[in-house]
């Protein structure tokens, strides 16, 4: 499902400050973050069950992050909406260029919200609403449905970045892992029930199928440099280990 929740930032030294969750099947395999040895230049999580990533950063600074969107009433589409992430990476576009490119083929795609941008500009783009958007300086923040939409978990997730804007990574790392559900009148109804309602309410999911698999941090700077931290999850939320680097 997925939790982003990031500060843009264009006029001060660092222009993005990123903390993403991404929750999975713990069945799916997938490669922790770096860089891909038939995409030199790309570091990022792969999934190895369709090729391609939920969030990753270029050498250069170009940036790509993805969640899906919960609507039990969409059809599958015959591609991988990690592949939108990943084209990106590889590509040359600029941001709007290929937003502009994809919205053609956007139906071919399970529903998502797509992030791309460089150090210069980010933009968003939601499936459903299919209008590219250019973000001015704020925080944001988004899970499965559109950008800001009122969850309990993106509110909670964003006030945390908020408070925390310049503290260290491990400050960031630490509002990832909040395990407190909201009280069951603030959930949203998306149709899989409460049961599962409750499941995906919290910013760090805990399951022995299914749940967070990785925990992830970005900064990136207005001269270029990033780093980025991932710490990667299995059943239950066991720690399996964690991956830092720095360009």
């Known amino acids: 499902m997925c939790l982003i929740v990031f500060a843009w930032q264009p006029e001060s030294p660092t222009v993005l400050r990123l903390a993403s ?4 099947f713990h069945a799916r395999p997938s490669a922790a973050l770096g860089e891909w040895q038939d995409a030199p230049g790309v570091f990022a999580g792969r999934d190895l069950q369709a090729g391609g990533t939920w969030l990753g950063i270029t050498t250069q600074g170009r940036f790509a992050a993805l969640t ?7 059809k ?4 991988s909406r990690g592949a939108l992430t990943a ?3 590889q590509g040359q576009d600029s941001a709007p260029a290929y937003l502009d490119r994809i919205m053609r083929d956007a139906a071919e795609y399970p ?6 941008g460089d150090r210069h500009q980010l933009w968003h783009f939601n499936s459903q609403e299919r209008r590219p958007r250019q973000l001015e300086r704020g925080i944001y923040g988004m899970s499965n449905a559109s950008l800001d939409t009122p969850w309990p978990k993106l509110l909670s997730a964003k006030d945390a970045l908020r408070e925390r804007i310049e503290a260290e990574d491990e400050a960031l790392l630490a509002l990832l892992a909040d395990r407190s559900p909201p009280a069951d009148h603030l959930l949203p109804d998306t149709g899989v029930g409460l049961a599962t309602e409750r499941l995906l309410s919290t910013t760090f999911i805990i399951g022995e ?17 990033w780093s980025i931290t991932e710490r990667s999850f299995g059943p239950n939320g066991a720690v399996l280990g964690e991956v830092a680097l720095r360009r």
């Open 21 to 24: 969750n991404r929750d999975e």
């Open 68 to 74: 899906n969107i919960r609507d039990l009433r969409q």
């Open 76 to 79: 599958a589409g015959p591609r």
């Open 87 to 89: 084209d990106y990476l």
């Open 111 to 116: 529903g998502f919200n797509l992030l791309v």
């Open 209 to 225: 199928a299914y749940g967070t698999r990785a925990s992830t941090v970005l900064n990136l700077d207005r001269d270029g440099h």
